[in-house]
């Protein structure tokens, strides 16, 4: 880091020392799976600077703005709408964690067996290590699976701000008047908070902005279906982490810039692995930086992702709101339609889903899948049978991996991924016959 934040983490309430530890941590894992990659575009370059600094500077830029009267809003999950918090200037930023930290207090407060993200949550809140956390003016909550559900109502006895967002379970009619009456009193919510009176210009704005940044990954997806592939998985799943952090015109200018120079790549059938390698499509539980493990054992085992289907990644981003309407009740529609499609796990039946991953799969000519279900998720857990099914009856070969934050099983994996890129490569083989 560039500069010393430690009055400003100070300020925040952190635990120095503990957080000292973690940004030790964290460097050292960006070193040894990041930057030891080869050929990453140079546009990368912006990306490590925000990963340097995703402690500092960005705290820093949010610390100023809020000084200047912008509010910072935290959210654990995709459905919480950015175009509402953007149109009251406001900043929302995300707050699941990827690593366990502070275990042992956790366990006092939640079940052992709740999934690593929640855990994680906590172990972030009760290890006072997340700046983000720690300045945010609002923090949402929202009713999805039981997991985090249930552990909002301990989070609410450890922080002072905490909002509970309401969602539904079924895409159905009701479901729908649902998910447009929680939003509407979101929007209450933030204009309560900012003293900022949302009207249909602002949002217009505010869906402006978020749709840009959206476009933008777009943009990368598109490129990643190439062979050979522009950038590494780990490249883009990074890009999309901080889709969640950084300023949203910084990041989308960013990520146009690197997509010009993938562009050329692709011209000149330039690829971080070569023509042919076996192509991966990562399913299943969102990955919050720093949870790199399993990409990383990927991408360390002779195949390339791809493309992500996932909430950190094309679940989380695919649909644009529309913001041709004009009057307010009009775009908080439009809002609604783009949000009730995101197929998450919690919703049931959850079909589309299916049919998303199959598309995905054909899409970015993925010669397999791998679904990424962490331990004790339910919903994904149990929803990787039928996904598995559904794409193995297409042709697709399925790896189901379920797995925590922990590295104990790393070997394991790396096994198991290995022989599923074989299998891959010997029926490839066996498909061409060239031999
Ligand atoms: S829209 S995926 S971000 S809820 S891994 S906490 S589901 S037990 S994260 Fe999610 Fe919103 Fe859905 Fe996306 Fe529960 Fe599973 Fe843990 Fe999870």
Not at 126 to 150: A, F, Q, R
Not at 225 to 241: E, R
Not at 379 to 385: D, G, H, V, W
Request: glycine share 6%; charged share 30%.
């Amino acid at each position: 880091m560039s500069n010393d934040y430690t009055q400003m983490w100070k300020e925040l309430g952190l635990d120095l020392t503990a957080h000292d530890a973690l940004l030790q941590v964290l460097g050292k894992g960006y070193q040894d799976i990041f930057l030891s990659q080869s050929d990453r575009p140079t546009g990368m370059d912006y990306f490590n600077f925000v990963m340097s600094e995703v402690h500092g500077l960005r705290i820093k830029e949010l610390v100023d703005g809020k000084k200047e009267g912008h509010k910072i809003v935290g959210s654990y999950c995709v459905f919480v709408p950015e175009e509402i918090v953007r149109a009251a200037d406001a900043t929302l930023v995300g707050l699941c964690a990827g690593a366990d930290f502070a275990t042992e207090e956790v366990e006092k407060v939640l079940p052992r067996n709740t999934c690593a993200l929640i855990k994680s949550a906590f172990g972030f809140k009760l290890g006072k290590v997340c700046p983000y956390l720690e300045s945010t003016d609002m923090i949402v909550g929202e009713n999805t699976c039981d997991g985090k559900k249930k552990s909002y109502e301990v989070l609410d006895t450890l922080v002072p701000n905490l909002y509970v967002m309401d969602l539904p379970q079924m895409k159905s009619t009701e479901g729908r008047a649902v998910l447009r009456a929680e939003y509407d009193k979101f929007k209450k919510a933030i204009e309560d908070l900012t003293g900022v009176t949302i009207d249909a210009p602002r949002l217009k704005k505010g869906i402006e902005i978020v749709n840009n940044k959206r476009k933008a990954v777009h943009r990368l997806s598109e490129l990643r279906k190439a062979d050979p592939v522009p950038i590494s998985g780990l490249d883009a799943l990074l890009i999309n982490q901080v889709f969640f952090y950084d300023d949203p015109t910084r990041f989308t200018d960013s990520v146009n810039k690197i997509c010009d120079e993938l562009e050329v790549r692709v011209r000149e059938g330039k690829g971080v692995r070569p023509k042919g390698s076996p192509r991966m499509l990562l399913s299943g539980c969102p990955m919050a930086v720093p949870n790199w493990k399993l990409p990383w054992v990927i991408e360390t085992s002779g195949a390339v992702i791809v493309g992500e289907e996932s909430c950190v990644g094309e679940r989380g981003t695919r649909n644009l709101t529309d913001d041709s309407a004009a009057t307010m009740d009009e775009l908080m529609e439009a809002i609604v339609d783009r949000y009730f499609k995101i197929d998450c796990a919690v919703f049931t039946p959850n079909a589309d889903r299916l049919e998303h991953v199959k598309e995905m799969s054909a899409a970015y000519k993925a010669d397999g899948v791998i679904h990424y279900g962490l331990q004790f998720c339910q919903p994904y857990q149990i929803e990787s049978l039928p996904v598995e099914k559904a794409l193995e009856n297409s042709g697709v070969p399925t790896l189901r991996v379920d797995t925590d934050y922990s590295m104990e099983d790393v070997e394991q994996i790396k096994t198991r991924v290995e022989a599923f890129v074989e299998r891959i490569k010997m029926s490839a083989c066996s498909a061409c016959r060239c031999s």
